[in-house]
């Protein structure tokens, strides 16, 4: 899934071909497009989804990737896009 403005107007096919998206996945990608709206509309409307999301909150956790060797190694290795020329 593609969302927002971005996704809305990336193709697929153009993501995976420069390594934004994993080869492969193109064809099953599809564009949400405000999907942080449609989720507040959701909050709005609906109470079930209320209750939903505050219990998803409580258990939410904050990961600090930056102090953490492992994700910071991969991080830098992975930044540049892959060549498609």
Not at 10 to 22: R, T, V
Not at 31 to 36: P, S
Not at 47 to 58: N, R
Request: net charge negative.
């Amino acid at each position: 899934m593609l969302a927002g403005g971005f996704g809305s107007f990336l193709s697929p096919w153009s993501a995976q071909g420069i390594g934004l998206i994993p080869h492969g996945i193109a064809e099953r990608t599809r564009a949400l497009g405000n999907a942080a709206g449609a989720g507040a509309v959701m909050l709005l409307l609906d109470k079930d989804a209320i209750e939903k999301s505050l219990e998803i909150a409580v258990r939410a956790q904050t990961i600090e990737l930056s102090t953490d060797a492992f994700f910071t190694k991969h991080y830098i290795a992975n930044m540049a896009f892959e060549s498609f020329v």
